[in-house]
C-alpha cells in the first residue's frame, strides 16, 4: 500500500519562500506520477503540480515560475519549492501519488501566507 505523508508546511509573509516534501512509503513508485494539489477554505481542491517517474513537469499557471517540483525516485520522495509567494497560495497542499487509474493522497499539509 502506498502512503504518502507531507511535511514542511508552515506560516510564510508574502513574497517569502517555503518548501513542502511528501514521502511515500510502500514499494519503489516506478512509473508513478506525483504531485501536489492545493484547496483553500470554500473552493475546490486544484491542480498544483506533477511530475513523472522520468521527471517531466507540469504545474497549473497560478504557480508557473514561481513553484518548483522536484522527485527522488531512489527514496520515493517528491518536494514543492515554492517562492515569491502569495496570501492567495494559502491553501491545505495535499500529496498524491498515481498509477494507472489508481491515486494515493497523503494528509495534507497547512501553507499560510500572510499579506
Known amino acids: 500500500q502506498v502512503q504518502p505523508v507531507e511535511s514542511g508546511g508552515g506560516l510564510v509573509q508574502a513574497g517569502g519562500a517555503l518548501r513542502l516534501s511528501c514521502a511515500a512509503s510502500?514499494?519503489?513508485?516506478?512509473?508513478?506520477?506525483m504531485g501536489w494539489y492545493r484547496q483553500a477554505p470554500g473552493k475546490e481542491r486544484e491542480f498544483v503540480a506533477a511530475v513523472t517517474w522520468e521527471s517531466n513537469t507540469a504545474y497549473a499557471d497560478s504557480v508557473k515560475g514561481r513553484f518548483t517540483i522536484s522527485r527522488d525516485n531512489a527514496k520515493n520522495t517528491v518536494s514543492l519549492q515554492m517562492s515569491s509567494l502569495k496570501p492567495e497560495d494559502t491553501a491545505i497542499y495535499y500529496c498524491?501519488?498515481?498509477?494507472?487509474?489508481?491515486?494515493?493522497w497523503g494528509q495534507g499539509t497547512q501553507v499560510t501566507v500572510s499579506a
Open positions: 510502500g514499494p519503489t513508485l516506478v512509473g508513478y506520477h
Open positions: 498524491y501519488a498515481r498509477i494507472g487509474p489508481n491515486d494515493y
